[in-house]
């Protein structure tokens, strides 16, 4: 029998962690949920764990693994990149915590203890795990090292999803279904679980467009990015189309770049991704934010949902600009100031709520699956039954319920805190 604890990210996206047991004891991810109002945590896992698999690098999966390293030493399976990147953003988290008075709740010691415990391992690497588990990892086609786990246990096969995208998108190639010869079990990820997206090559010409049309009447087209995947993939775009202009790089989304320079196997065109990044101005201090702001110029920067970021240092120059354009490039959260400009135009600049003169765009780059990819997945690995996470509760329900309908699969939607038994 296999037993799941649903530590995290069940009905809401966030927090990912699931406990699994049938006998030996294995952590999938370990994530934090990031809210308007902080961060919100898994449940704690108050077991001995064999082993902890964490499926990529966004905090949302990560954002805790630190933690667990003040009490256990089990070790810890993911991929390179994916190691490299959350490194970054555990720092960074540190970083934050310590600017705003707050504790990050881990520390720099409980970084290296969690580094010390990692053991990298790379697509298609059969691993034994214990006595009883092997687990091998697919590419899932969401960012740079993004991993689907086929854990093989004693008498089950269980598939982990982490976040995926089946679809190709210019820097990735769509998950691996197909390397995955056995499923009894899918945990899949729900966040597009009742929609599509748009067709990703019309977005990218009405966004190249858009972009085009603000440099040529003298603008600048600020694009607030998520660091980790979509600034990379925007300069990809933008490289595709030769826009004539100036792009400037700002933020953190320069050091994750370098990781995916390093890592290129990991990547479908690196060397096109490459040379698209070697174009860029990469900006290093203040008297390059000036210069960006002295020409029409494309501005890729961070974060994604304006909570923050160097998206601040350009927006006092640029919000009472009607030539310029605020173009968002991700999903945007409620209550974030990505989400809130978009709906009331309004942004609070140092204190002050100021009306934004500049266009305010948004543009659908998801490296989520969206629903006809889901369905496609469920039914290329054909499980005898599907446990729907990581997506909003109403969201989440509705694909459990078209799971049944559509595919007839049995699909559970999981409460938090409670174990489920299979
Ligand atoms: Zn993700
Ligand atoms: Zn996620």
Redesign the pocket.
Known sequence: MVKITFKGASQEVGRSAFLVDDGDKILLDYGVKLTPHGLEYPLPIDTNLNAAII????L??TGNLPHLFRETDCLVYMTPPTLGIAKILWFDTLKIAGLEGMDANFTRDEIGNTEKFTFPIRYGKHMDITDRTSMVFHDAG??VG?ALTELRMRDKTLVYT??FRYAETRLHNPAQFEKIKECDYLITESTYGDRDHPDRKETEKKFVESVQETIDRGGHALLPSFA??RSQEIIDVLNEYHIEAPIYYDGMGQRVARIYLENPSYLKNPKFLAKALQKVNWVKNVKMRKHALKEPSIIVCTSGMMQGGSVYAYLPEIYNDASSKIMLTGYQVDETPGRILLETGKLNLEGLNVTVKAGVERYDFS??AGKDELFRAIKKLNPEKVICVHGDKEVTRKFAKSIKQDAGIEAIVPELGKEIEL
């Open positions: 499926s990529h690098a966004h949302d999966h969401h960012i993004s982490g976040d980790v995947g490296a989520h």
